[in-house]
């Protein structure tokens, strides 16, 4: 049990954490880039704290869960050096394949939202367009060599990025 919460925590500070909030803070602390600075006690300011604090905690809320799903149902962590053991398609998985980068996508908008960053935007757009080259071209044949048929079928039934409107029933092969 303990060696497994070790993995977990190894696994998050190495990657989200690491994505989300160092590289942020190296990037707002090494240069003011390019900022918006929204105004003290302007409605722009207050709208703008508000929506990059739903953004994070909306993102937090989908990266936890990913993470318990795949302790408790996968049997692994969210790092390709110690992946799950079984496929996890329940939850937030039933609507949409990748749910944690949406999280992590979602917590560096609102980062960028918070602090007027256009820096971290950057940083997030670059995140963005790496996992949507690295997972199709790596992590989803993996997926499908350690998963066989039973990946193809979830593939099959279940978007990449934009999540479906209603859950997939893994008891059902049909794309709606």
Known sequence: M???????IRAVLILPF?????????????????RVHWGYGS????????????LICSGLMLLIGTIRRFSTEGRGT????????????RGIYRYVRNPMISGVIMILLGEAIVTG?????????FFLIFNMVYIPLSEEPGLGRRFGDD??????????WIPRLKPW???QDTVE
């Open 2 to 8: 303990r060696q497994s919460v070790i993995k977990h």
């Open 78 to 89: 969210l790092a390709p050096w110690n992946p799950t053991e079984q496929l996890v398609v």
């Open 117 to 125: 960053s256009f820096s971290v935007l950057l940083w997030g757009l």
């Open 18 to 34: 690491t994505v989300t909030l160092v590289v942020p803070a190296l990037i707002l602390y090494g240069s003011e880039g390019i």
């Open 151 to 160: 990946y193809l079928r979830y593939k099959r039934n279940v978007p990449r």
């Open 43 to 54: 409605a722009l300011k207050i709208t703008g704290l508000i929506a990059g604090g739903v």
């Open 169 to 171: 029933d893994s008891n």
